[in-house]
């Protein structure tokens, strides 16, 4: 391991209870209920004693650029006046010493015009969840009396759009599970068209092979398929799409701009708000002793968590795929997949993506795309032989 990174970015759980009952949580309806032990919200104690280890933690390991993303459960159950502090105490600690980006995660439904102060006021970017029009939305996304969260949550959205378009904050960046029995083209035209937001991101679920039967993978790449086709179909290039986007860039021999797609690795940690240090919160699916590693911001440092035996583990199982992976010829595409999605309890990470059949399916479609639009056949040869070197 190097000690210095290119970037770095850390899940800052500041609030691990939350005000909906997403059926499909993996923090809350998951194999993983620690969340039970941590504080509801986090303490002023615990944020100051963060923004030290952190601040330490970048001169330590020359991180040039760290991104924070406020996360929960719902960060904003926070409340403002102690976001407003965190964001200043991180800022004051961290600006010194690296490039810093505040970012934040939220359901929208608590959004109001004091949080939208509160995020121009420390330059947040904000990042929303809906899953598509209501009846999409509200099938999984409910409260916890069951009633869907839909017409809460847009109202949140329009506030924030609105603050966007007039340049108080960064545009605002829409986020949607993936349900493969649902409509792509019906979900993009409602966030895009009747919605007005143009960035955006279609996320994979966080199945392992214990959750999930790889049979049902064709059916992701389907809905891949059919986001690409509507997307590429609309024609206008200030919509963006991350995992549309990066398969892409991929193919043309760019970089991903996601930690699912593509071979270079995405440094991440996760600090919950008891200050336990744990590595990337998506690997919690595959149940506690993915966090678990001893290390808190009250008592350790950085470099002590990266040079731990659970991130050694990590980064062995990142870069050990399987030889069915290696001999792939979308490998320099796909990676092997988001790790959690290679694990299998008692075999580890060593398998290939559970969703592998139906990524292959979306990388020869938009491989496809690019060539009936006139890209070389020897230029796409060339970037799916080349050989990849990680710079993380």
Not at 38 to 43: D, E, F, G, N, R
């Amino acid at each position: 391991m190097t000690s210095t990174r290119r970037d770095f970015s850390v899940i800052f759980k500041v609030a691990e209870r939350c005000n909906i009952n997403c059926s499909y949580c993996y923090v809350f309806n998951g194999n993983d209920d620690s969340f039970k032990l941590h504080p509801a919200t986090i303490a002023d104690l615990t944020i100051e004693n963060t923004a030290e280890f952190l601040s330490k933690g970048c001169l330590d390991c020359e991180i040039p650029y760290l991104s924070i993303v406020f996360f929960g459960g719902e960060p904003l159950l926070i409340g403002k006046q102690r976001f407003d502090r965190m964001c200043a105490v991180l800022r004051q600690a961290l600006q010194p010493v690296t490039n810093l980006d505040l970012r934040i995660t939220t359901n929208a439904m608590l959004v109001d015009d004091d949080w939208i102060d509160l995020f121009e006021k420390h330059q947040v970017k904000v990042g929303s969840s809906l899953d598509g029009p209501k009846e999409y939305h509200d099938e999984k996304r409910v409260d916890f009396r069951g009633q869907g969260t839909y017409d809460r949550t847009v109202r949140g959205i329009q506030r924030l759009k609105e603050a966007g378009d007039v340049g108080r904050i960064s545009p605002l960046g829409v986020l949607c599970v993936v349900d493969s029995n649902r409509s792509a083209a019906r979900i993009y035209n409602h966030i895009v068209h009747d919605l007005g937001i143009k960035r955006l991101d279609f996320l994979l679920p966080d199945f392992t092979y214990d959750d999930f039967d790889p049979a049902d993978a064709l059916g992701y790449g389907k809905f891949l398929c059919d986001a690409f086709d509507t997307w590429t179909a609309d024609g206008d290039s200030s919509v963006e799409v991350r995992i549309l986007g990066s398969a892409l860039s991929l193919l043309l021999g760019g970089e991903s701009r996601i930690d699912v797609l593509g071979t270079d690795l995405v440094e991440a940690i996760t600090i919950h708000s008891d200050g336990s240090v744990g590595p990337d919160d998506k690997l919690r699916s595959g149940g506690p002793q993915m966090m678990d590693t001893g290390i808190t911001v009250f008592d350790g440092t950085l470099q002590q968590f990266l040079t731990s035996r659970t991130v050694g583990e990590l980064e062995i199982a990142r870069t050990n795929r399987s030889d069915e992976c290696l001999n792939c010829c979308w490998f320099n595409v796909c990676g092997g997949g988001a790790l959690i999605n290679r694990y299998r309890e008692g075999q580890g990470f060593k398998n290939p993506s559970v969703l592998c059949e139906g990524l292959k399916v979306f990388f020869a479609h938009v491989a496809n795309y690019l060539l009936e639009n006139g890209l070389p056949p020897a230029h796409l040869l060339e970037t799916l032989s080349r050989e990849t070197v990680s710079t993380r």
